[in-house]
Each structure stands twice: as C-alpha cells, then as structure tokens.
C-alpha cells in the first residue's frame, strides 16, 4: 500500500485476519480512534478487486439503548471508511482529505455481536474529487444496514522535489 499517508495511518498485516491489514491512526486521540480496531482490504471472498472493505467490531461503548450500534457510530465509521478505502486503492494522501458531503440511509439494525464491514467503491475520481459509494454489512448472510454515497475533496499530493 501507498505510503502517503505514512505520518497519518500504519497498514501492517493483521495476524489474526490473513489478507487484511490494520488500519491504525499514528495519533490516538484523533476523533476515527473512538472506533476501536479497524482492518482493511481490497476485494477478496467473491468481491472485486474495485471494492474496498474497512471492517470493525463493535464494541460496548458503540450501543444505543436500543442495545444495537448507535446510528452516529455508524455514520462515523462510514466516513471513516472512505478514507481507509483511499489507502486500500493507493489514493492519497487520505489523512489530510476531507469529506465534502456524505448521505447515509439507514436500511437495518446492526448487531452489537458482529463486525461492521464497509464496502466501499470509487465511482468516479477526478483531479481534485473523489466520488464514491458503498454498504456497510454485517454476518455471513451479508445483512445490509446502511446504504452510502459521499463526495471526499482530495489533499494535493505533495510535489515531487526530483521532477
């Protein structure tokens, strides 16, 4: 994976996850750390390589008093999840990206027994803009809990000094 993003996110293999990576912010007191543990991947089990999966596990502290993943979880963890897509497609830098508009429908409960699965997919990106679009699942029946589209302003690429 890129290494733009190298003073914002480490991406190193996840041992307990073969063929994923963990995805861990370089500042822990950032806002994404609230999520817990993140790992990341492209594609794999049947989905396409243009597919970018971002996956947590829900944790006590993600609940609402409906005992299920509280909705600001989700929707931080979908716009998390753009920008650990942007690492899994070599698109960046991510860190210092921002996201332009995100709309989320929520489309089902999400369990608190369960990882969250992001998939993410790149519509369309051009110099400065990405667009992009996804679900967020969850258990082996691929139950959709929410459906998303968001535009994320790119950071420009720092210059190349040796151009």
């Not at 989905?47 to 931080?76: C, K, S």
């Not at 860190?95 to 369960?114: C, I, K, R, W, Y």
């Amino acid at each position: 994976m890129a290494n733009l993003d190298d003073e914002y996110y480490t991406s190193n293999p996840d041992p307990d996850n073969p063929g994923w990576f963990q995805w861990v912010l370089r500042d822990p007191e950032c806002y994404n750390s609230f999520l817990g543990p993140i790992i990341i991947r492209r594609g794999g089990d049947g989905l396409g390589d243009d597919i970018g999966r971002v996956r947590m596990f829900p944790e006590r502290r993600h609940r609402n008093m409906g005992d299920v993943v509280h909705g600001g979880t989700m929707m931080g963890f979908i716009d998390c999840s753009l920008f650990a897509a942007m690492r899994v497609f070599d698109i960046g830098p991510a860190g210092p990206s921002v996201t332009l508009e995100l709309q989320t429908h929520f489309t089902g409960a999400a369990n608190m027994d369960e990882p969250l699965e992001a998939r993410v997919e790149v519509t369309r990106e051009t110099g400065r803009f990405l667009f992009m679009r996804g679900l967020v699942v969850q258990g082996d029946a691929v139950n959709n809990v929410a459906s998303f589209t968001a535009i994320v302003k790119k950071a420009l690429r720092p210059k190349n000094p040796d151009a």
